[in-house]
């Protein structure tokens, strides 16, 4: 057989070869068509659901995690606003404990103040007996000794002092 060479650079010199090749590039397409290209297509389909339930998955869980912030700062703002009245309530309960503690602070001042009177005015009723004993003791030796006799046991010189107390007792209060 001859070569049918036409003298083109693209014409092939044996045309046994380029049906062959033809035949055999349509083999291998067919094939290809047939076996392969659905293989990937079906990878890929399945890469494409498996990124899109990822994206979807993503968008839930970005949703998800948006409500549960959301949330948070509602119950951050509802713990900030209980912690807030329940310092309110603490301020006002320690300046009420505050003002109790001076009222019974001031009431135990006056108590002791009217007990430390009452006890001193008992001391100086004591104080003003014991003397008033001491001096009348005194008065009646000094006037027994001006007299010249004992005036221990008279009447009269029991008389006499308490008169002269009573003098004195007016003369202090005068003064």
Do not use: C
Request: charged share 25%; aromatic share 6%.
């Amino acid at each position: 057989m001859l070569p049918l060479s036409f003298g083109g650079p693209l014409l092939p010199d044996n045309w046994a070869e380029f049906v062959a090749g033809i035949v055999l590039f349509f083999i291998v397409w067919f094939i290809v068509a047939k076996k392969i290209v659905p293989t990937f297509e079906k990878t890929y389909e399945q890469r494409t659901a498996e990124i899109t339930g990822g994206i979807e998955k993503a968008e839930k869980a970005q949703e998800q995690a948006a409500q549960a912030l959301a949330e948070y700062q509602h119950q951050l703002a509802g713990a900030r606003e209980e912690s807030g009245r329940i310092r309110e309530d603490a301020r006002a309960q320690a300046a009420e404990i505050g003002i109790q503690i001076k009222q019974q602070a001031t009431e135990e001042a006056a108590r002791m103040v009217a007990t430390a009177k009452l006890q001193i005015e008992a001391e100086r009723m004591q104080a003003v007996q014991a003397l008033r004993s001491e001096i009348g003791g005194l008065a009646t030796e000094l006037a027994g000794k001006i007299v010249g006799e004992s005036l221990a046991d008279d009447e009269r010189a029991k008389r006499t002092v308490e008169r002269f107390l009573e003098a004195l007792d007016s003369q202090t209060e005068t003064v």
